[in-house]
Nanobody, 120 residues
Framework: QVQVVESGGGSVQAGGSLRLSCAASGRYNRFGAMVWYRQAPGKQREPVAGITSAGNTTYTDSVKGRFTISRDNAKNTVYLQMNGLKPEDTAVYYC??????????????WGQGTQVIVSS
Protein backbone atom coordinates (compact mmCIF):
# COMPACT_ATOMS: atom_id res chain seq x y z
CA GLN A 1 0.00 0.00 0.00
CA VAL A 2 1.39 3.35 -1.09
CA GLN A 3 0.10 6.77 -0.18
CA VAL A 4 0.90 9.94 -2.07
CA VAL A 5 0.04 13.30 -0.55
CA GLU A 6 0.35 16.74 -2.11
CA SER A 7 0.05 20.09 -0.42
CA GLY A 8 0.82 23.74 -0.96
CA GLY A 9 -1.79 24.84 -3.45
CA GLY A 10 -3.76 28.02 -3.15
CA SER A 11 -4.80 31.22 -4.84
CA VAL A 12 -2.29 33.85 -5.89
CA GLN A 13 -2.13 36.82 -8.18
CA ALA A 14 -0.23 36.70 -11.43
CA GLY A 15 3.48 36.96 -10.78
CA GLY A 16 3.21 35.31 -7.40
CA SER A 17 4.80 32.13 -6.14
CA LEU A 18 3.76 28.86 -4.58
CA ARG A 19 5.65 25.80 -3.44
CA LEU A 20 3.97 22.45 -3.78
CA SER A 21 5.06 19.42 -1.80
CA CYS A 22 4.64 15.74 -2.50
CA ALA A 23 5.49 12.81 -0.29
CA ALA A 24 5.12 9.10 -0.89
CA SER A 25 4.91 6.64 1.94
CA GLY A 26 4.00 3.05 2.56
CA ARG A 27 5.19 -0.20 1.11
CA TYR A 28 7.56 0.44 -1.70
CA ASN A 29 11.08 -0.76 -2.24
CA ARG A 30 12.79 2.12 -3.95
CA PHE A 31 12.09 5.57 -5.28
CA GLY A 32 12.16 5.84 -9.04
CA ALA A 33 10.86 9.28 -9.90
CA MET A 34 8.15 11.79 -9.20
CA VAL A 35 6.32 13.73 -11.84
CA TRP A 36 4.08 16.71 -11.32
CA TYR A 37 1.07 16.83 -13.60
CA ARG A 38 -1.63 19.41 -13.95
CA GLN A 39 -5.10 19.41 -15.39
CA ALA A 40 -7.13 22.47 -16.21
CA PRO A 41 -10.86 22.28 -16.90
CA GLY A 42 -11.52 20.98 -20.38
CA LYS A 43 -7.88 20.10 -20.98
CA GLN A 44 -5.85 16.95 -20.88
CA ARG A 45 -3.68 16.18 -17.92
CA GLU A 46 -0.14 17.14 -18.80
CA PRO A 47 3.23 16.53 -17.19
CA VAL A 48 4.82 19.66 -15.79
CA ALA A 49 8.09 18.60 -14.18
CA GLY A 50 9.80 15.44 -13.11
CA ILE A 51 12.75 14.32 -11.04
CA THR A 52 14.48 10.96 -10.91
CA SER A 53 16.23 9.18 -8.09
CA ALA A 54 19.51 10.37 -9.58
CA GLY A 55 18.38 13.98 -9.40
CA ASN A 56 17.81 14.48 -13.11
CA THR A 57 15.05 16.96 -13.82
CA THR A 58 12.81 17.70 -16.77
CA TYR A 59 10.29 20.43 -17.46
CA THR A 60 7.63 21.10 -19.98
CA ASP A 61 8.49 24.08 -22.14
CA SER A 62 5.75 26.29 -20.78
CA VAL A 63 7.23 26.32 -17.27
CA LYS A 64 10.95 26.36 -18.00
CA GLY A 65 12.66 29.18 -16.19
CA ARG A 66 9.77 29.60 -13.79
CA PHE A 67 9.33 26.26 -12.04
CA THR A 68 11.93 24.24 -10.18
CA ILE A 69 11.53 20.68 -9.00
CA SER A 70 13.71 19.37 -6.20
CA ARG A 71 13.92 16.55 -3.73
CA ASP A 72 14.68 16.46 -0.04
CA ASN A 73 16.06 12.97 0.47
CA ALA A 74 15.98 13.22 4.25
CA LYS A 75 12.24 13.89 4.21
CA ASN A 76 11.49 11.83 1.10
CA THR A 77 9.63 14.82 -0.22
CA VAL A 78 9.59 16.39 -3.66
CA TYR A 79 8.91 20.08 -4.10
CA LEU A 80 7.73 22.14 -7.01
CA GLN A 81 8.70 25.77 -6.60
CA MET A 82 6.53 27.85 -8.90
CA ASN A 83 7.57 31.42 -9.54
CA GLY A 84 6.18 33.99 -11.92
CA LEU A 85 2.81 32.29 -11.98
CA LYS A 86 0.49 33.04 -14.85
CA PRO A 87 -3.28 32.62 -15.17
CA GLU A 88 -2.69 29.78 -17.60
CA ASP A 89 -1.00 27.87 -14.77
CA THR A 90 -4.38 27.55 -13.09
CA ALA A 91 -5.09 23.85 -12.69
CA VAL A 92 -5.30 21.01 -10.26
CA TYR A 93 -1.78 19.76 -9.73
CA TYR A 94 -1.18 16.08 -9.15
CA CYS A 95 1.86 14.22 -7.97
CA UNK A 96 2.61 10.94 -9.70
CA UNK A 97 5.04 8.69 -7.88
CA UNK A 98 7.05 6.21 -9.91
CA UNK A 99 8.16 3.54 -7.49
CA UNK A 100 9.68 0.11 -7.39
CA UNK A 101 7.05 -2.12 -5.83
CA UNK A 102 7.43 -5.88 -5.58
CA UNK A 103 10.17 -5.93 -8.17
CA UNK A 104 8.36 -3.84 -10.76
CA UNK A 105 8.48 -0.18 -11.63
CA UNK A 106 4.99 1.28 -11.22
CA UNK A 107 3.67 4.70 -12.12
CA UNK A 108 0.07 4.39 -10.95
CA UNK A 109 0.43 6.10 -7.59
CA TRP A 110 -1.29 9.46 -7.52
CA GLY A 111 -2.04 12.06 -4.93
CA GLN A 112 -5.45 13.61 -4.50
CA GLY A 113 -4.48 16.83 -6.23
CA THR A 114 -4.00 20.35 -5.00
CA GLN A 115 -5.68 23.35 -6.58
CA VAL A 116 -3.67 26.25 -7.93
CA ILE A 117 -5.55 29.37 -8.99
CA VAL A 118 -3.72 32.30 -10.51
CA SER A 119 -5.70 35.49 -10.91
CA SER A 120 -4.87 38.41 -13.14
Amino acid sequence: QVQVVESGGGSVQAGGSLRLSCAASGRYNRFGAMVWYRQAPGKQREPVAGITSAGNTTYTDSVKGRFTISRDNAKNTVYLQMNGLKPEDTAVYYCNAVLWVSGALRNDYWGQGTQVIVSS
